[in-house]
T-cell receptor, first 115, second 114 residues
Framework: ETGVTQTPRHLVMGMTNKKSLKCEQH?????MYWYKQSAKKPLELMFV???????ENNSVPSRFSPECPNSSHLFLHLHTLQPEDSALYLC??????????????FGPGTRLTVT | AQSVTQLGSHVSVSEGALVLLRCNYS??????LFWYVQYPNQGLQLLLK??????LVKGINGFEAEFKKSETSFHLTKPSAHMSDAAEYFC????????????FGTGTRLTIIP
């Protein structure tokens, strides 16, 4: 148990659907992250939130919309996705203070398939 | 900016043999270094970390890594491989000053031969 939970664990959606991924951390951390992990590709950082403020958007298409209502919860809203968006989406959290990169703790991921 | 290079996308070792996974980093400021393990259809799990102090760090499951500043390396080792070690391993680097991001390597898939 890593203290970071993600729901759902698996999601199949059509290209015209709207769905949301949820991440919750129980570690008291202040920073949260979304990553995309595709087969045969490096881990891609998508978004970073620190104390609920977005500090990084790695040129992610607008069909991915993050939301961070508080330091414990992070959402990724999905709409009009493409088949190439099928991947494992990982959420992570860390205690990031004064710009220092401490270790990140990951959730189990959501396996997304876009049909 | 920092970067990480993992040499060898696939490594195979026999059960009971030494495991050596290589990681080299580039950073203009003192780094924090991490190794993560990922089992199929799971998230990444922290194996060990180096921040400051002792350069040989021990982690879970019998793994250890040594920070060598002169070689800009942080290789992961385990004296005797077990079948349960089969997984993908990621090296990552963070920095003391800058931001809250980690830079990950491309991963090394470890296969254990019975």
């Amino acid at each position: 148990e890593t203290g970071v939970t993600q729901t759902p664990r698996h999601l199949v959606m059509g290209m015209t659907n709207k769905k949301s991924l949820k991440c919750e951390q129980h570690l008291g951390h202040n920073a949260m992250y979304w990553y995309k992990q595709s087969a045969k590709k490096p881990l891609e950082l998508m978004f970073v939130y620190n104390f609920k403020e977005q500090t990084e958007n790695n040129s992610v298409p607008s069909r991915f919309s993050p939301e961070c209502p508080n330091s414990s919860h992070l959402f990724l809203h999905l709409h009009t996705l493409q088949p190439e968006d099928s991947a494992l989406y990982l959420c992570a959290s860390s205690q990031a203070l004064a710009g220092v990169s401490y270790e990140q703790y990951f959730g189990p991921g959501t396996r997304l398939t876009v049909t | 900016a920092q970067s990480v290079t993992q040499l060898g996308s696939h490594v195979s070792v026999s059960e009971g043999a030494l495991v050596l996974l290589r990681c080299n980093y580039s950073s203009s400021v003192p780094p924090y270094l991490f190794w993560y393990v990922q089992y199929p259809n799971q998230g990444l799990q922290l194996l060990l970390k180096y921040t400051t102090g002792a350069t040989l760090v021990k982690g879970i499951n019998g793994f250890e890594a040594e920070f060598k500043k002169s070689e800009t390396s942080f290789h992961l080792t385990k004296p005797s491989a077990h079948m349960s070690d089969a997984a993908e391993y990621f090296c990552a680097v963070g920095i003391l000053i800058g931001n809250e991001k980690l830079t990950f390597g491309t991963g090394t898939r470890l296969t254990i031969i019975p």
